[in-house]
């Protein structure tokens, strides 16, 4: 197994490029001085250069080919091996030249989407958009025609292995035809049962910081490979056993900051939880961004939503803020974490109104990449996509098409697993309570254990070893459906 063996080796040191590049990119978002940011593109760039040199080199590709006629390579060693050449092919289709002119890209649209943000003026990120979504075109068009796909599926395949449109179309046209009747329910049950209380703050910061990482301790973090900071937009990332996620507070509402750092959690635990043995190697890396959405929404919509866990977070929210009166009790709590209301914001969006939000995006983004679509086109597009699905009329860009950072970010075709993450979610909490009788008291103690434990086994162990429908099918007993989403959004937001 000489030729796999050589592999492993390689596939090793790019995880530790990646790693580097990953600390790199934390602290862009963290702590860095915005007059690093040009040589910050500069530094990560070079080392996405070297990661793909590394794995387009052609020495690759012949141990490559030598490895699939070796004997001897055990189930995970195999399913390495496949994912290797997956690597290996999305890598050599595209340029070195252009993974680097799109890093670069990317690290100057980031740095002006945070002023433009700030300001909500599109004009001055539009041309270092324009360039990303340039790119990206280009970038899609080499994978597509290496894996023979459309443009835009080889750049959903890069964040979702397998992942396909005909796949997404069906679910998302199933949620496009019920969840507006299904909202207007819930919204007429809400209105029916009359005004619910609600705490008011301030909530200071560090005391929301204290509460979060209460919650972290709870959900089995593990801080001595991560930590929790603050960014523009929550996020999780780092390195291997280095596990960083991120936050944002606001002192007039606490629920943000938690169910946040709830929902980093998730991914976070998902990453602490891959298996040892394979974690430098492609098939202990998580499976795709659907599955890693997964994880986090169960923690935080599916668990941390629950009337279980609220009413253990209720008298630990109330004794860290000194709170009283009737906005403290848990029924009020869950009433409003658990509120229909349409909003303009994503990350904000309760999870009946959220699917929305992805739905314009996954549309917009495909548009732009298929050329159907100019990037001067956006603000209107979207703001005429958020009145027609939400009925909302979008006041300024800030809230609107500038709210997001994954497009300038370079993260096309990441959208939509989002919302299948969701449907994921639903599905693998319902397994998990089928399968673990004492999951929705140990949530009313606080105590994550059975979720987190069931989580490991049937998910976070399998790294890559399997596709995702193989890894939903095996957890679950069936296929990706968005039957089981909506079943339970009916039951807690009509029927509970």
Known sequence: MQAYRALEATFARISAIEDA??????????????????????????LRGLAHDLLTDPAVADRLAAAEEEDGLDAWSQANLAEMRRAYTHAAAVPRDLVEASSRAVSRA?????EARRTSDFARLRPDLAEVLRLQREIGRAKGEALGLAPYDALLDSYDPGLRQDAIDPLFAMLEAELPGLIAQARERQAAAGATPTAEGPFPVETQRQVGLALMRAAGFDFGRGRLDVS?????????DDVRITTRYDEADFARALMGVLHETGHALYEQGRPAAWRRQPVGAARGMSVHESQSLTLEMQAGRSREFVSYLAPLVRKAFGGTGPAWEADALHRNYTRVAPGFIRVDADECTYPAHILLRYRLERALIRGEMEIGDLPGAFNDGMRRLLGLTVPDDAHGCLQDIHWPGGAWGYFPTYTLGAMMAAQLFDAACRAEPDLRPGLARGDFAPLVGWLRA????????????????????RPLSAEVFLGHLRRRYLDA
């Open 21 to 46: 590049s990953g600390i790199l990119g934390w602290d862009a978002q963290t702590l860095m001085p915005d007059g690093a940011a040009e040589g910050r593109g500069d530094q990560i760039a070079v």
């Open 110 to 114: 980031e740095m002006t989407w945070r």
């Open 232 to 240: 523009l937009h929550p996020f999780c990332g780092g390195a291997t």
């Open 458 to 477: 049937n998910v976070h162990q399998k790294g890559s070893a399997l596709g995702t429908q193989e890894i939903l099918t095996q957890a679950t007993g």
